[in-house]
């Protein structure tokens, strides 16, 4: 909790303060009606409506390396990485997961993939961990744009975000853009499939439902079938830290 470390993990915290816990204040509107109840409320697209002001823009890059740094680590050691040169992180944020991953893997390339606005902190956070010669940002919209080439393309904290056709429509570009062998790993606060024992997994699902307009949390049999929709085979579900699994599917 000392802002002045590199393994500081409060900025989730200081986001919880400023937004999150003025936003649940809109709870019952959320429940009744099914809008978002942040910036996003009208049905905006709710990172262009948060990234508009820049000092919202670096506090919620920050609070994500916060509340992914336990999950980013354990990625960074239980993925078999021995099999792979590459890795691209998709919706990096700042970059944690990337930076944790390279960090414990020196063999591996790094990419981290986000809207253009990111890039900046993205390369300040980089180059704070010396990992600028290894690891570089590609800018774009995952709406728009190719993925990049990689691997292994990697999705924390992304399908909860989105509505059940974006979710579709992500692990469609993450199959297109691997190479035969490559692997898929999403990771989420993976929701157990009888519904019962994540309770932190159903409120981070009630979370995405005040921050944005279509997104869920959702199960590790919901994401498998997701992903051999896609073509993906061999999926399971790993525990990671806390609430936190990931699913890997292999192309
Ligand atoms: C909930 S955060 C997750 C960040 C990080 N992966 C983590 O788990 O800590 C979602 C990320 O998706 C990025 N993002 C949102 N819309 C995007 C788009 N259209 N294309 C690429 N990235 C996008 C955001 O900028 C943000 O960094």
């Known amino acids: 909790m000392d802002k002045s470390k590199p393994s500081y993990i409060g900025g989730i915290l200081e986001m919880a303060n400023h937004r ?6 809109s709870l019952t509107a959320a429940v009744r009606t099914g809008e978002s109840q942040n910036e996003s409320k009208g049905g905006q697209d709710p990172f262009t409506a948060l990234y508009a002001d820049p000092a919202k823009l670096r506090e919620f890059l920050r609070a994500m390396s916060g509340v992914s740094r336990g999950a980013n680590m354990a990625i960074a050691q239980k993925f078999p990485w021995g099999d792979y040169r590459s890795c691209a992180d998709i919706g990096t944020a700042q970059g944690d997961l990337v930076t944790q991953i390279t960090l414990a893997q020196p063999h591996l390339q790094g990419i981290g993939f986000d809207l253009p606005e990111v ?11 010396g990992l600028d010669a290894r ?23 992304i399908l909860h975000d989105w509505d ?8 469609q570009k993450a199959y297109a853009a691997l190479p035969t062998g490559g692997a898929v790993v999403v990771y989420d606060s993976i929701i157990d499939d009888a519904r019962k ?35 993906f085979t061999h999926c ?12 890997i599917g292999i192309k």
Request: proline share 5%; glycine share 12%.
């Open 20 to 25: 999150l816990y003025p936003f649940w204040g």
């Open 119 to 129: 890039g900046p902190i993205f390369e300040e956070y980089i180059a704070s961990n």
């Open 135 to 157: 690891v570089r940002f590609a800018g774009g919209s995952f709406f728009t744009d190719e993925l990049p080439k990689a691997d292994v393309l990697l999705f924390g904290h």
């Open 164 to 171: 059940l056709a974006t979710k579709r429509m992500l692990l």
């Open 197 to 231: 024992e994540n309770a932190f997994g159903l409120l981070m699902s009630l979370n995405m439902l005040i921050e944005t307009p279509g997104g869920f949390d959702y199960t590790g049999a919901d994401c498998i079938g997701w992903m051999q929709e896609a073509g």
């Open 236 to 247: 399971r579900v790993e525990h990671l830290v806390g609430p936190d699994s990931m699913v």
